[in-house]
C-alpha cells in the first residue's frame, strides 16, 4: 500500500464473541480516493453448496463492477468466479474432497509443518480448515502485502489472519451467523460434566 501511512484507531461496541464492552481496531488509511485492491479470504468455495462460494462468487463481481480490484484467495474447492474478478488458489491437503473423506495423506504430499498440522487436527477429530487456511493465506499476503488495501475474510477466524495487520493491511471479517448464539444453543443442549 503505497502512502498515507498513518493509523486510524476505531472502536466498536461488543467484545468479539461476548457482545460487551468495545474493542479496538488499528489499521493503516486507506486511500478512498482510487479504487481498492481487495484480497477476498475463503477457506472453502465450493460453488453449489454451503454458501461460501456463492457468497464469494457474488460479492466478487459486485465489488468488481463498482471498480475495485478483487482477487480472491481459496483455498479446495475452489470457487466458480464471474469473469473479472481474480483467483489465487491457496492449495491444502483437502482432506474433505468428494469421494474420499477424511482421507490420509500419502507422506510426498507434505509440503511443510502446515500440511502436518492439518492431518494431526483432522485426526483429533478437530475441523483444521480455516486454521491452516489462515497460516497459508497470511504467507501468501505477507510476499504481496504491498499489491492490497484491504484483506476481507469470509468467516475464516483463524489464527493465522492476526498476523495480517502486522503486514499493514486492515482486516475485514465477515461472519454470517451470530457465534454467541450458537454457543448459547449448544450449552443450553449440553448436559452434565460436558456443560
Request: net charge positive.
Amino acid at each position: 500500500m503505497g502512502t498515507p501511512r498513518a493509523r486510524t484507531r476505531a472502536a466498536f461496541p461488543g467484545t468479539p464473541g461476548v457482545g460487551l464492552g468495545y474493542w479496538v481496531v488499528w489499521c493503516p488509511v486507506i486511500n478512498l480516493s482510487r479504487p481498492l485492491r481487495i484480497a477476498l479470504l475463503s477457506y472453502r468455495s465450493k460453488a453449489h453448496c454451503g454458501g461460501q462460494g456463492v457468497y464469494v462468487r457474488h460479492l466478487s463481481r459486485e465489488l468488481n463492477a463498482l471498480g475495485h480490484h478483487v482477487e480472491v484467495f481459496s483455498g479446495q474447492p475452489y470457487p466458480v468466479l464471474d469473469p473479472g474478478p481474480a483467483l489465487t488458489e491457496v492449495p491444502s491437503l483437502d482432506l474433505y474432497r468428494d469421494g474420499d473423506p477424511f482421507r490420509t495423506p500419502r507422506p510426498g504430499e507434505y509440503r511443510d509443518w502446515v500440511d502436518v498440522l492439518e492431518t494431526a487436527m483432522m485426526w483429533a477429530g478437530a475441523f483444521p480448515e480455516p486454521l491452516t487456511f489462515s497460516l497459508r493465506a497470511r504467507r501468501a499476503l505477507a510476499a504481496r502485502a504491498g499489491q492490497f488495501d484491504v484483506v476481507h475474510d469470509n468467516q475464516g477466524l483463524g489464527y493465522g489472519l492476526l498476523g495480517v495487520p502486522r503486514l499493514g493491511l486492515p482486516l475485514v471479517t465477515s461472519i454470517h451467523h451470530p457465534i454467541s448464539v450458537d454457543r448459547q444453543i449448544e450449552l443450553d443442549a449440553t448436559r452434565g460434566l460436558a456443560r
